[in-house]
């Protein structure tokens, strides 16, 4: 597609249930990274795909956040018996091979509510 | 104490004013510098991209680094009101690998 596409764009969630958020990057784009906004915070690094694979998942905050890339193309993210410090706005960018960082192109996120 | 250093703001200004928003940073090993912009609801776009220390200009907005001092700006001219929005610095120490850090962002307002 043209752009990045996040699916859902909102999410109500009670505490307790697994949610999964969808990233369609832009077409070719081998790389892809989730970040995490919380409100009235900068953007923190989750997770890091090159093709399938994650070299760097270092910013999962633990172990019920997990991600996987199938087919060099979409990404889900799942989180697992959401806790309330959870909600926040969750975004995905990708970058084509050999692109510099400066080429990020970013999706509109998924805003997460846990109740 | 965070890698990257952003007043949250919020900063309101008249349309026409000069804006300055900054970041403070503590890793040396970073040499790429940019600035996004974000609209409400939306995700980051870049707006700067600047490569080690020095200036950049690109029409109203000029982004300056200075790995000395490990500070960087980004300066507005004759602000608009379609320029409200929060504007995050980002940085990173690879050209093309891993992540960006980010500071926490400035909320901009300018009043017509």
């Known amino acids: 597609g043209a752009g990045v596409s996040q699916s859902p764009s909102n999410k109500v969630t009670e505490k307790g249930k697994d949610v999964e958020l969808r990233c369609d990057p832009i077409?070719?784009?081998?790389?892809l990274y989730w970040y995490r906004q919380s409100l009235g915070q900068g953007l923190e690094f989750l997770i890091y795909?090159?093709?399938?694979?994650?070299?760097?998942k270092s910013g999962l905050p633990s172990d019920r956040f997990s991600a996987e890339r199938t087919g060099g193309s979409v990404s889900t993210l799942t989180i697992q018996r959401t806790q309330q410090e959870d909600s926040a706005v969750y975004l995905c960018?990708?970058?084509?091979?050999?692109?510099?960082?400066?080429?990020?192109?970013f999706g509109s996120g998924t805003r997460l509510t846990v109740v | 104490q965070k890698e990257v250093e952003q007043d949250p703001g919020p900063l309101s200004v008249p349309e026409g004013a000069i804006v300055s928003l900054n970041c403070t940073y503590s890793?040396?090993?970073?040499?790429?510098f940019m600035w996004y912009r974000q609209y409400s609801r939306k995700g980051p776009e870049l707006l700067m991209y600047?490569?080690?220390?020095g200036n950049k200009e690109d029409g109203r907005f000029t982004a300056q680094v200075d790995k000395s001092s490990k500070y960087i700006s980004l300066f507005i001219r004759d602000s608009q009101p379609s320029d409200s929005a929060t504007y995050l610095c980002?940085?990173?120490?690879?050209?093309?690998?891993?992540?960006?850090?980010f500071g926490q962002g400035t909320t901009l307002q300018v009043k017509p």
């Open positions: 960018a990708s970058l084509s091979k050999g692109g510099a960082n400066y080429g990020y192109t």
């Open positions: 077409s070719g784009h081998t790389a």
């Open positions: 795909f090159q093709g399938n694979s994650a070299p760097d």
């Open positions: 890793n040396s090993a970073f040499q790429y």
């Open positions: 600047t490569y080690s220390s």
């Open positions: 980002a940085m990173s120490a690879k050209s093309n690998t891993g992540k960006l850090i």
